[in-house]
């Protein structure tokens, strides 16, 4: 049995599960009348398998719904509080960003722009990329934001994907205290597109850059806009947005959003999860490139009234107090963050943390990954200060919103470090064996949705075909997320990682998320990545690569003997590395996610290929240095 928290807000609302299980459809339908529709829908759902319809026929705007009505009744309340590494700050309040968004939408309607179209945006994390948003949203205009850390090649392929008629990107964005200069980025990517009649170019670095024919400075193009725009009264199934996942392998899909389902989705959960008050502070560190960022930086704060901090840069520069900084400063009251970050600042001790004010904070969250309980205890003791609950959310690009969570918005239940805890209300989560029946508590399995609900993808844009055999064909009329998981006793939800990073050792297999969180349940290890290189006997043997804590001795083969133990007691003796490499840091992107097949490339001494999302380039000489100086060291031996 795992240990349990017993810590909640106070918040304990029944109806809501029990009236989701009597009907989802009428649910769902509930939730939806929160939000404000110019005219309601004639039909809640149109379900035909795999394509889900909701709310046909309601007209609604997602800009009118994040800045209109808050406008109007308390237009001076702080939207968006933006911090910059270098400490620079604005502060915008609901009136600031309604006016900016209707300026920028007039702006874009004088280049020709009109509902329908598709506009690539490529900003760093400014406000004029949440403005760049919702003045799409106004209009009708299909947004694809990408983030700023992708190449000229994979920024070329999205905008060659979505068509999109109008580029908006900056001169550049700063990172680590350095300039990434987005316009040349920009350049190289549209080369030959005739498609593109423009590149809107936001002044950020002031650095110089070159302006071609297509290129229109931001701030010459709305000198003259109107600050007045009606929203346009759109569709519920209207395109909102396309998100393009990672394309780790071949090439990205597209995942299309809809407005009034994605909407309802998302203002449900945001007030469920994070139990939001006016007089809230709330902090998420992801980068809108990403869905989180999307769902819950710029439309479920904006779509609640909320005031939040918006931080462009590295969560540990200009050192790693920055984001202990940001909360004491701005008395933030919700923190959301990644487990990825969380272990970094682990790595650098309590007493950073420790130094700071940070009993403003009533609430924590992670996402992105799943979290390992000696994290998960340390966010609590440390950052929480044992009185702050933790949510552990679960969902995925697709699904738009949050599918896994505690929500201390609507109940108090007991929380278990490492678990997502239950499903959200309204939806129908399981988990399955391969022939799809559902397995016995505690047993690993694949994790899949029966019935469809409000936040979900549309289809991948322009591939049908894709979309149902992407998600829909490994169980009939089910979606498959493409995760294992297990189900506990009491009916808590444990994430165990993509179903695609396993490890088959002589014929074995064996989850990474697994094998990596026993490896950091070690009182010495920050973080740990593990990946399979090809073995002619095993078929496939594990290499690991270990991050200390500060202080602690790597070359310790009292350390490694330890690691070795625990993985063989924990998981058993098939999950033992073949090598243990002790590494300072871990090849990963800006959004945090760790570069697997960097490692495995490096380890089987291969071309790495293309690392330009890659946020500290010295973290792959750091491992091919390990790995030289390990294999030296075992020719010595022998």
Same mark, same amino acid.
């Given at each position: 049995?795992?240990?349990?928290?017993?810590?909640?807000?106070?918040?304990?609302?029944?109806?809501?599960?029990?009236?989701?299980?009597?009907?989802?459809?009428?649910?769902?339908?509930?939730?939806?009348?929160?939000?404000?529709?110019?005219?309601?829908?004639?039909?809640?759902?149109?379900?035909?398998?795999?394509?889900?319809?909701?709310?046909?026929?309601?007209?609604?705007?997602?800009?009118?719904?994040?800045?209109?009505?808050?406008?109007?009744?308390?237009?001076?309340?702080?939207?968006?509080?933006?911090?910059?590494?270098?400490?620079?700050?604005?502060?915008?309040?609901?009136?600031?960003?309604?006016?900016?968004?209707?300026?920028?939408?007039?702006?874009?309607?004088?280049?020709?722009?009109?509902?329908?179209?598709?506009?690539?945006?490529?900003?760093?994390?400014?406000?004029?990329?949440?403005?760049?948003?919702?003045?799409?949203?106004?209009?009708?205009?299909?947004?694809?934001?990408?983030?700023?850390?992708?190449?000229?090649?994979?920024?070329?392929?999205?905008?060659?994907?979505?068509?999109?008629?109008?580029?908006?990107?900056?001169?550049?964005?700063?990172?680590?205290?350095?300039?990434?200069?987005? *316009?040349?980025?920009?350049?190289?990517?549209?080369?030959?597109?005739?498609?593109?009649?423009?590149?809107?170019?936001?002044?950020?670095?002031?650095?110089?850059?070159?302006?071609?024919?297509?290129?229109?400075?931001? *701030?010459?193009?709305?000198?003259?806009?109107?600050?007045?725009?009606?929203?346009?009264?759109?569709?519920?199934?209207?395109?909102?947005?396309?998100?393009?996942?990672?394309?780790?392998?071949?090439?990205?899909?597209?995942?299309?959003?809809? !407005?009034?389902?994605?909407?309802?989705?998302?203002?449900?959960?945001?007030?469920?999860?994070?139990?939001?008050?006016?007089?809230?502070?709330?902090?998420?560190?992801?980068?809108?490139?990403?869905? !989180?960022?999307?769902?819950?930086?710029?439309?479920?704060?904006?779509?609640?009234?909320?005031?939040?901090?918006?931080?462009?840069?590295?969560?540990?520069?200009?050192?790693?107090?920055?984001?202990?900084?940001?909360?004491?400063?701005?008395?933030?009251?919700?923190?959301?963050?990644?487990?990825?970050?969380?272990?970094?600042?682990?790595?650098?001790?309590?007493?950073?943390?420790?130094?700071?004010?940070?009993?403003?904070?009533?609430?924590?969250?992670?996402?992105?990954?799943?979290?390992?309980?000696?994290?998960?205890?340390?966010?609590?003791?440390?950052?929480?200060?044992?009185?702050?609950?933790?949510?552990?959310?679960?969902?995925?690009?697709?699904?738009?919103?949050?599918?896994?969570?505690?929500?201390?918005?609507?109940?108090?239940?007991?929380?278990?470090?490492?678990?997502?805890?239950?499903?959200?209300?309204?939806?129908?989560?399981?988990?399955?064996?391969?022939?799809?029946?559902?397995?016995?508590?505690?047993? *690993?399995?694949?994790?899949?949705?029966?019935?469809?609900?409000?936040?979900?993808?549309?289809?991948?844009?322009?591939?049908?075909?894709?979309?149902?055999?992407?998600?829909?064909?490994?169980?009939?009329? !089910?979606?498959?997320?493409?995760?294992?998981?297990?189900?506990?006793?009491?009916?808590?939800?444990?994430?165990?990682?993509?179903?695609?990073?396993?490890?088959?050792?002589?014929?074995?297999?064996?989850?990474?998320?697994?094998?990596?969180?026993?490896?950091?349940?070690?009182?010495?290890?920050?973080?740990?990545?593990?990946?399979?290189?090809?073995?002619?006997?095993?078929?496939?043997?594990?290499?690991?690569?270990?991050?200390?804590?500060?202080?602690?001795?790597?070359?310790?083969?009292?350390?490694?003997?330890?690691?070795?133990?625990?993985?063989?007691?924990?998981?058993?003796?098939?999950?033992?590395? *073949?090598?243990?490499?002790?590494?300072?840091?871990?090849?990963?992107?800006?959004?945090?996610?760790?570069?697997?097949?960097?490692?495995?490339?490096?380890?089987?001494?291969?071309?790495?290929?293309?690392?330009?999302?890659?946020?500290?380039?010295?973290?792959? !000489?750091?491992?091919?240095?390990?790995?030289?100086?390990?294999?030296?060291?075992?020719?010595?031996?022998?």
């Amino acid at each position: 049995m795992s240990d349990t928290f017993n810590i909640g807000l106070g918040n304990n609302n029944p109806e809501v599960r029990k009236r989701s299980k009597t009907d989802f459809i009428t649910f769902w339908e509930d939730q939806a009348k929160n939000l404000s529709w110019f005219s309601p829908w004639s039909n809640p759902l149109n379900w035909n398998p795999p394509f889900a319809k909701w709310f046909e026929g309601g007209l609604i705007n997602a800009s009118f719904n994040a800045l209109d009505i808050h406008q109007q009744k308390n237009s001076e309340k702080p939207a968006i509080i933006w911090e910059a590494e270098s400490g620079e700050s604005r502060n915008l309040t609901y009136r600031d960003l309604w006016i900016e968004v209707q300026k920028f939408s007039n702006a874009l309607k004088s280049l020709g722009i009109k509902k329908g179209d598709r506009i690539t945006i490529y900003l760093p994390m400014v406000p004029e990329l949440p403005i760049s948003m919702l003045a799409c949203a106004r209009i009708g205009v299909t947004h694809t934001v990408v983030f700023s850390g992708f190449s000229s090649a994979s920024l070329r392929e999205r905008i060659e994907d979505s068509k999109s008629k109008i580029v908006i990107t900056s001169d550049g964005g700063y990172r680590r205290g350095k300039i990434v200069k987005l *316009k040349e980025v920009v350049d190289e990517a549209i080369q030959n597109f005739d498609f593109v009649k423009n590149v809107i170019v936001m002044e950020r670095t002031k650095e110089p850059i070159q302006l071609n024919s297509k290129d229109i400075l931001w *701030k010459d193009l709305i000198k003259n806009a109107s600050s007045e725009c009606a929203p346009e009264k759109l569709n519920s199934l209207h395109p909102l947005f396309i998100l393009y996942t990672s394309g780790t392998t071949g090439k990205p899909k597209g995942v299309l959003h809809g !407005t009034g389902g994605y909407l309802t989705h998302i203002h449900s959960t945001f007030q469920w999860a994070f139990d939001i008050k006016d007089s809230d502070i709330f902090f998420c560190t992801a980068d809108i490139g990403w869905v !989180t960022g999307h769902s819950y930086v710029v439309y479920g704060p904006l779509l609640h009234g909320a005031t939040e901090i918006m931080y462009e840069g590295a969560p540990d520069f200009p050192d790693s107090s920055r984001m202990w900084e940001i909360i004491q400063k701005h008395k933030v009251t919700i923190f959301y963050t990644t487990p990825t970050a969380l272990r970094m600042f682990m790595k650098f001790g309590n007493k950073i943390p420790n130094s700071f004010d940070l009993s403003t904070l009533r609430l924590l969250g992670t996402v992105g990954e799943p979290i390992n309980p000696e994290v998960w205890k340390w966010y609590y003791k440390v950052i929480g200060k044992e009185k702050c609950p933790i949510i552990d959310t679960w969902w995925q690009t697709e699904t738009g919103g949050m599918m896994i969570s505690s929500l201390p918005g609507i109940e108090t239940i007991p929380l278990k470090p490492g678990s997502g805890t239950r499903p959200i209300p309204g939806v129908d989560i399981s988990v399955v064996d391969e022939k799809g029946n559902e397995v016995s508590s505690n047993t *690993k399995g694949y994790l899949i949705i029966k019935k469809p609900w409000p936040g979900m993808l549309l289809t991948l844009w322009g591939d049908d075909e894709k979309y149902k055999n992407a998600y829909w064909s490994k169980f009939p009329n !089910t979606y498959y997320s493409g995760d294992f998981a297990k189900i506990d006793e009491d009916g808590y939800f444990w994430l165990l990682g993509r179903a695609d990073d396993v490890l088959k050792v002589a014929g074995h297999r064996i989850g990474t998320a697994e094998l990596e969180s026993c490896i950091v349940g070690h009182n010495d290890v920050a973080e740990s990545a593990v990946c399979g290189i090809p073995d002619e006997v095993k078929g496939e043997v594990i290499i690991s690569f270990v991050v200390l804590k500060e202080n602690v001795n790597k070359n310790s083969d009292i350390l490694e003997k330890e690691l070795y133990e625990k993985i063989r007691t924990d998981i058993g003796p098939i999950a033992t590395p *073949k090598e243990i490499y002790f590494v300072s840091k871990l090849p990963k992107t800006r959004s945090g996610k760790i570069m697997r097949r960097l490692l495995k490339a490096i380890a089987k001494n291969e071309i790495i290929g293309d690392i330009s999302t890659l946020e500290d380039g010295t973290a792959v !000489t750091e491992i091919q240095s390990a790995i030289r100086e390990l294999q030296e060291s075992i020719t010595k031996k022998t």
